[in-house]
């Protein structure tokens, strides 16, 4: 037996000769090989190259060779849940497309016998035995060789193996759950981008798309999950075999196998209606778009199965979750005119979990913050977080599942899009959050990193399986979606949607690059989306364009902007859209070169106006930021002022002097200038957006200007001390969801600031909250701020509200609580607390739920 090291650090490459010692030095001779040739023929050039091939030509190589495509797996796994371990074998329908001695198929962290692996060329009715099996370490590959050269057409090839169900959250692997008092193991699959090959061999990149047909071996008490749903169960004393029916096509990490104890939640789609579904769940009904085209595969079905799986008694937090899953379906349906294409989908949290969610064909696995709402102690912005993740993650099951990206470069084609799109499945369901404006934040994240001298293009060369992960980033998911966004408002919503469904249509069941997508929406637009997009793309950053009016002229320069103040040198296609003094005209072009004038009519009569004001990147659109000269900034900040700009553009209007200020190309006092004009904001993203600024204003001058921090605080203070007087710390009768958001985001800050009174009406609330868990004193939205504002009463000397909060962290079950305390325990001024704290984070207790730790105001996770 060898092992797959799963340290790649050192290139190192095992052999074994078929019937010899695994030492490859206790013989120097082969051995006597079985008589395995085949029928002579004369040798061709192909065949001539194949038989000089030697396991050299695959180590070092960012993809695997294409001589050889697997077509059907038939995978069968046997989890051992006490002893942590695996065993399991493969048979893969191959095509050999061309003359080769050698079959190379990624594996890592396996023990593979060299006796348990062979071929089978399909009507030989010959099996032929490896003379050599090499794994090379560095490269996750395991390099089978032949004596001959393999015919060509479809054969068989079979690996046994065994592993271990690992801790590091990838691959297959365990997760730890309590069921009655007592900790189990669960088994779990994680396995993009390339991990798939840690539970089986296999051709682990995704154009290698195949068929699966998967069987399971485990305990009879537990439950057994994959993509499929399952067609037979055999029971074998204390054991079952699971049987799945057979998958569509699609990628190895799409594949996803769970065995575990669960509770679940059930509702069913219709063919464009919602199914009778529990009393709790409202009935949908949307008008969907016949189908035309091609014959698309379909299984008999009456609707689509939709689950929620969660911990046994749980089962109540699935509810929102099922109810958001149930009309995403149907919207997505109605989007890509495409028909889901599975008979069910299974969403299941899963206690440890590596990212937020993972869109796995037919079985997305989320963490338990991102799938569970608990209608007594989740928080407004929870529901908010459900809501949006199941929304992207279902999105990649037509934008990445039945449409795969041909390779990792091309990443941010189901990452970018699935952010986007799940904006627009959240709008269509509630609309009152007006997540549009929200989404914003999304763009802002994009902004920052991008803005880095460090940053890299949306599009990626990927050299290699180690180089994949560092892409998974805000440049992918946050600067994607926003390009998207902008590509769509430059297109036009209707021609957008039009061409996308042309485009999943056409490249269904198989996979694309970005340049398939580009091409799509220039034929359905007419528009020269190439040209366009490549600047976006294909080179890192984002433009500022400068913007003067002069007699009458637009005076417009654009230059690559980087938060250090330097300049970049990089040039965009910049569709600039902009509107002056009214939004009931709008005016839009492709800025081209570095610096241009603009003619744009109207534009003298309406500066004649005493409140004359022109904005661009109209409702914040596009992914560039604005530089004004000094008047114009000014009339804008009098727009801000009088309420006169949307929302979108009152937060564009704050983002883009936030970073100019930052980036030394604006004065401090100019910012805080702008903020005093948001005194009177309505908004709740617009208002969030204002004080997470003006923290990171305070905190900056912490260090920078301390001498200046107490004037600092009380301008802050007296911003901010108005909106929460008017929110106040319970809720109205009657007021919505955004109204919760910035409820939290108010008191906090102040309580971050040290505001007098929000500590101590937080502490009196929180002390009837320790006694009594279902207090309405202390709801969920207001339940970070106070325990903020406890820990800002704590020090080395008085330590009792950080040991209460270790109190709640140690005895809820709700993951969500869990991050709340946990994202507050560092509030401490006392540096010996706060290390105290980390210590605590950093501590097996800490970390035994498998939650990112994160600083109080960042966003913990992403899907």
């Known amino acids: 037996h060898y092992n797959i090291s799963p340290s790649p650090k050192k290139r190192k490459a095992k052999r074994f000769w078929l019937n010899s010692s695994p030492n490859p030095s206790a013989s120097s001779e082969r051995p006597t090989l079985p008589n395995l040739s085949f029928p002579h023929t004369p040798p061709t050039p192909a065949v001539t190259m194949a038989a000089e091939q030697s396991a050299e030509h695959f180590r070092g190589q960012a993809r695997l060779p294409g001589f050889a495509a697997p077509r059907r797996y038939d995978l069968r796994l046997t989890p051992d849940l006490a002893a942590c371990t695996f065993a399991g074998s ?34 030989s009715g010959q099996v032929l035995l490896p003379v050599e099996v090499t794994s090379a370490l560095e490269d996750e590959i395991l390099i089978i060789r032949f004596n001959e050269v393999l015919p060509l057409g479809e054969g068989t090839l ?41 539970c089986f061999p296999c051709w682990d990149e995704p154009s290698f798309k195949a068929v699966f047909k998967i069987t399971l071996e485990v305990p009879c008490e537990t439950v057994a999950l994959s993509n499929m749903p399952v067609v037979e169960e055999k029971v074998n004393g204390p054991t079952k075999t699971v049987y799945f029916q057979e998958s569509p096509i699609m990628s190895t990490y799409l594949v996803a196998v769970i065995v575990g104890m669960f509770d679940y939640v059930e509702a069913f789609t219709a063919d464009g209606t ?223 949607q039009k061409s996308l469904a042309a485009y999943i249509k056409r490249f269904a069941y198989s996979n694309a690059k970005t340049e398939d997508l580009w091409a799509a929406l220039e034929e359905g ?16 950053g984002y433009p500022v364009v400068s913007v003067k009016l002069k007699d009458g002229k637009l005076e417009l320069e654009q230059t690559q902007f980087l938060s250090s103040g330097s300049e970049g040198v990089g040039q965009w296609v910049v569709p600039i859209t902009l509107c002056c003094c009214s939004y009931s005209v709008q005016q839009k072009f492709l800025f081209r070169g570095k610096q241009d004038d603009f003619n744009l009519s109207g534009l003298v009569e309406c500066q004649k106006k005493d409140d004359f004001w022109i904005k661009l990147n109209v409702d914040q659109t596009g992914f560039y930021r604005v530089s004004y000269d000094e008047e114009l900034a000014s009339r804008l900040r009098h727009a801000v002022e009088t309420n006169i700009l949307s929302a979108a553009d009152r937060y564009g209007v704050l983002d883009d002097t936030y970073a100019l200020c930052m980036a030394g190309k604006q004065k401090l006092v100019t910012l805080l200038h702008l903020i005093a004009a948001y005194k009177n904001e309505t908004e709740y993203t617009v208002l969030a957006h204002a004080i997470n600024t003006s923290l990171s204003i305070y905190e900056m001058m912490a260090v920078a200007a301390p001498e200046e921090l107490v004037n600092m605080k009380k301008f802050l203070i007296d911003f901010l001390e108005p909106f929460a007087q008017r929110v106040g710390w319970d809720a109205k009768s009657g007021e919505g969801h955004l109204n919760a958001l910035l409820r ?83 509030s401490s001024p006392d540096p010996d607390v706060v290390r105290e704290a980390l210590n605590f984070l950093l501590s097996s207790e800490g970390k035994e739920s498998g939650l990112y730790i994160c600083a109080p105001r960042s966003d913990c996770s992403s899907a």
């Open 158 to 198: 079979v690996i046994a193996f065994q592993g271990t169900l690992n801790d590091k959250m990838k691959g297959f692997y365990r997760s730890v759950y309590e069921l009655n008092g007592e900790k189990k193991n669960m088994a779990v699959t994680q396995f993009e981008p390339a991990d798939a090959r840690r």
């Open 744 to 826: 939290g985001t108010l008191l906090s800050a102040l309580a971050e600031l040290g505001h007098q009174s929000t500590i101590d009406e937080a502490v009196r609330r929180f002390n009837v909250f320790l006694e009594d868990r279902e207090t309405p004193l202390l709801p969920p939205d207001v339940r970070k701020a106070a325990y903020v504002a406890l820990m800002q009463t704590v020090n080395k000397s008085n330590k009792s509200g950080y040991e209460s909060l270790l109190k709640i962290y140690r005895e809820t079950d709700l993951s969500q609580e869990k991050v709340r305390v946990l994202g507050s325990l560092a």
């Open 274 to 496: 919602v199914a009778p579904l529990p009393h709790y769940l409202p009935q949908v009904s949307l008008s969907l778009s016949p189908l035309g085209g091609s014959c698309w595969p379909h299984f008999p079905f009456a609707g689509t199965s939709v689950r929620v799986y969660t911990q046994v008694g749980k089962s109540a937090q699935g509810k929102f979750a099922l109810e958001v899953a149930v009309k995403t379906l149907i919207l997505f349906k109605e989007y890509f005119a495409v028909p889901y294409p599975l008979p069910k989908m299974d969403m299941i949290a899963i206690p440890d979990f590596a990212s937020g969610a993972m869109e796995n064909y037919g079985l997305v696995t989320y963490r338990e913050t991102a799938l569970l709402f608990d209608e007594r102690h989740s928080a407004a912005a929870n529901k908010q977080r459900v809501a949006v993740v199941v929304a992207h993650e279902l999105a990649h099951q037509w934008f990445g599942n039945l449409v795969t990206m041909e390779w990792w470069t091309h990443l941010w084609l189901n990452e970018g899009f699935a952010t986007w799109v799940s904006y627009l499945a959240a709008d269509r369901f509630f609309p009152e959050w007006n997540v549009w404006i929200q989404f914003l934040e999304e763009s802002t994240t994009g902004f920052r990193l991008d803005a880095l001298a460090g940053s890299h293009p949306i599009e990626v060369d990927v050299n290699h399986v180690d180089e994949i992960d560092e892409i998974f980033d805000a440049i992918s998911y946050r600067k994607g979606a926003a390009v998207i966004r902008m590509l769509q408002s430059y297109l036009g919503a209707e021609i957008f």
């Open 525 to 540: 637009s007419g528009e020269p989306v190439k040209t366009l997009m490549h600047s976006w793309t294909k080179q890192q």
């Open 90 to 123: 493969v048979s893969v329908s191959v095509d050999v497309a061309a003359p080769t001695r050698f079959l190379v198929v990624n594996a890592a962290d396996l023990d593979v016998s060299p006796g348990d692996v062979h071929f089978a060329p399909k009507g």
